[in-house]
């Protein structure tokens, strides 16, 4: 069984940096596909990044393309979600997702594990 384990996240202003870490445990690690989600107060999950285990490419959300960035570390079992500039409007609880198929998607149903979920605030 995979369990992933998050860390990070907290309150921070606007324009600062924020990386946010997932531990996965339970398969190998280097052949799932990642991703992260977050959900904002009354509102549904959304989808921000992924990143393929084949070549490691990352993919983004067009409301964080060029302000966050995925990375993993295959030998330690860890991705990353680093986060710059943040904004009031990234204010939500991230999670980090597991995919078996190695692909990632943008579809939340197409992950099978999840972390438990990290409180991200962004004051103004």
């Known amino acids: 069984q995979v369990e992933l384990v998050q860390s990070g996240g907290g309150l921070v202003q606007a324009g600062d940096s924020l990386i946010l870490s997932c531990a996965f445990s339970?398969?190998?690690?280097?052949?799932?596909?990642m991703g992260w989600f977050r959900q904002a107060p009354g509102k549904e999950r959304e989808f921000v990044g992924a990143?393929?285990?084949?070549?490691?490419?990352?993919y983004y959300a067009d409301s964080v393309k060029g302000r966050f960035t995925i990375s993993r570390d295959n030998a330690k079992n860890l991705v990353y979600l680093r986060m710059n500039n943040l904004e009031p409007e990234d204010t939500a609880v991230y999670y980090c997702?597991?995919?078996?198929?190695?692909?990632?998607?943008?579809?939340?149903?197409?992950?099978?594990?999840w972390g438990q979920g990290t409180q991200v605030i962004v004051s103004s």
């Open positions: 997702a597991a995919d078996r198929s190695g692909v990632g998607s943008q579809i939340k149903s197409k992950y099978d594990y």
């Open positions: 339970g398969r190998t690690f280097a052949s799932y596909a």
């Open positions: 990143i393929r285990w084949t070549d490691a490419t990352a």
